[in-house]
């Protein structure tokens, strides 16, 4: 059998990181990620939230009104997710709200410089 030259995952072989403001840093990412991903997918779906927003994006033509619905359709998937019972680990339902109200109001003013312009 010929060796490969594949090194593989270099944990463990040295005695600590070499750039531990990084793994502090990834630590951080996969803290806030296990948070935000139990408030927005589905339990046996990870990229559910992703998979609704791109469903509701397609509607639209405009690349811009695409972007906007994407956004919604996030903050809706994380609503539909806690309104199965879940606790919020991120921010509360009212923020959500107030996010979706502040995204279609940012919107129409986009629309309405964009049509009269």
């Keep these: 059998m010929q060796q490969s030259n594949y090194l593989g995952p270099q944990i463990g072989l040295r005695k600590g990181p070499r750039n531990p403001d ?3 840093i ?3 990412m996969r803290e806030i990620h296990d948070k935000k991903a139990q408030d927005y997918a589905k339990d046996d779906n990870v990229y559910s939230n992703f998979e609704f927003a791109a469903l509701v994006s397609d ?3 405009d690349p811009v009104d695409r972007v906007f619905a994407t956004m919604i359709a ?3 998937a994380r609503l ?3 309104g199965k019972g879940k606790s919020p680990k991120n921010e509360s339902v009212e923020d959500s709200h107030l996010d979706l109200a502040t995204y279609c109001t940012i919107w129409a003013a986009y629309r ?3 049509q009269s312009g």
Aim: proline residues 0%.
């Design 22 to 24: 990084f793994v502090v």
């Design 26 to 28: 990834l630590d951080k």
């Design 59 to 61: 509607i639209f033509t």
């Design 74 to 76: 996030i903050k809706l």
């Design 80 to 82: 539909a997710e806690l």
């Design 112 to 114: 309405k410089r964009h």
